[in-house]
């Protein structure tokens, strides 16, 4: 298939790339690069040993975007392109809501007049809020505690009043959980730019020495040690659950939901423990106060995936904790 990648130079849109010309896909990929760099296209080049063409396009600006469809001929769109830092997303919740769902609708529009009828939706368990049974299912309520989530749970109710429309569509919600990790190169990972949201990119910059020890937000939770416990997925994994979801489902019209998750939980000093373990390093922690609207367990039920897709997340803690800081020990400044 000829399937266009939007944001495609990020942490899940790179690795994603990389499983799709693996797989034998073309693809193009469009990212303004705001929170990326073009160095990770290069890598995936380098890594699978294929070409492909890379445009730096807002995919908010209709006339760039509706260029690169002119150009090109696609069966499928992933789209990953969007802001996507919780606490950012409470400071600056305009922004958020203009890029995160206009940025969107332009590329549905453009999509629409160039006839392309499938799409595969990086959402997030955030639609999720905080659930009330664990493991949480695709039929869990929803609701949302931040712009962030926000814009994913609209605009999942935005493609699926698409694809209503137009029988002939087909949309692909992913929901997946907490991706850490990177590829067993070490020539991709995570890169976020300033002070890192996520707890892995936190703890592996502790390891490496550019912050100096890891905040633990509670530790009166009702778990086994008193920290949260999330569901963390290895970013491979994930990438191979967007290949598939293209594969099995383009062209098959409806609404397709899929938790990507292991369907097991580890907690917040179970991680620090694992990566301290691979990296050979003490991880300095303390414990902060608890953050208001954090959930004290959330894990995926990935058994529609499994039976869907044929897709199951294969790698375990410790080969995401190896990963990870294969390419954080060998990138301590990420791809500055």
């Known amino acids: 298939m000829k399937i266009l990648v939007t944001g495609g130079s990020g942490y899940i849109g790179s690795h994603t790339c990389v499983e799709l010309l693996n797989a034998g896909h073309e693809i193009t ?45 696609f069966d499928a769109v992933i789209h990953f392109a969007g ?42 368990a955030t639609v999720y809020g905080v ?26 109710r935005v493609l699926s009043d698409v ?11 992913l929901r997946y959980f907490n991706p850490i990790g990177a590829h067993e190169s070490g020539l991709i990972g995570e890169d976020p730019n300033g002070i890192p949201n996520n707890l892995l990119p936190y703890v592996s910059q502790v390891a490496v020495g550019r912050l100096p020890k890891v905040n633990v937000y509670g530790n009166n939770y009702p778990t086994p040690d008193g920290t949260g416990v999330r569901d963390y997925i290895h970013v491979t994994d994930l990438a191979l659950g967007h290949l598939k979801a293209v594969e099995k489902k383009a062209n098959v019209p409806g609404v397709h939901i899929y938790n990507l998750g292991t369907g097991q939980g580890y907690s917040v000093l179970q991680i620090i423990d694992a990566f301290s373990k691979a990296s050979g ?36 803690i410790e080969k995401m904790c190896q990963d990870a800081w294969n390419w954080q020990s060998k990138n301590p400044e990420g791809f500055k």
């Open 83 to 124: 802001l996507k830092a919780v606490g950012e997303s409470c400071e600056k919740p305009i922004e958020y809501y203009h890029n995160n769902m206009t940025g969107t609708f332009v590329l549905l529009r453009v999509m629409r007049e160039h006839g392309v009828k499938n799409i595969v939706f990086s959402s997030s």
């Open 29 to 73: 990929v469009v990212d303004n690069l705001s929170n990326s760099s073009e160095k990770s296209m290069e890598a995936v080049k380098k890594i699978t040993g294929k070409d492909f063409t890379f445009h730096k396009c807002d995919i908010l600006d209709y006339e760039a975007l509706t260029k690169v469809f002119d150009e090109n001929t």
């Open 281 to 316: 390093k003490e991880i300095p922690y303390v414990i902060a106060p608890n953050r208001p609207g954090d959930a004290a367990i959330c894990y995926a039920d990935a058994t529609k995936a499994k039976e869907d897709l044929d897709w199951v997340a294969e790698r375990g």
């Open 131 to 156: 659930p009330e049974t664990v493991p949480i299912k695709e039929d869990a309520p929803l609701f949302t505690i931040n712009p962030y989530g926000s814009t994913k749970l609209m605009l999942e």
């Open 163 to 173: 694809a209503l429309a137009d029988k002939d569509m087909s949309v692909v919600l």
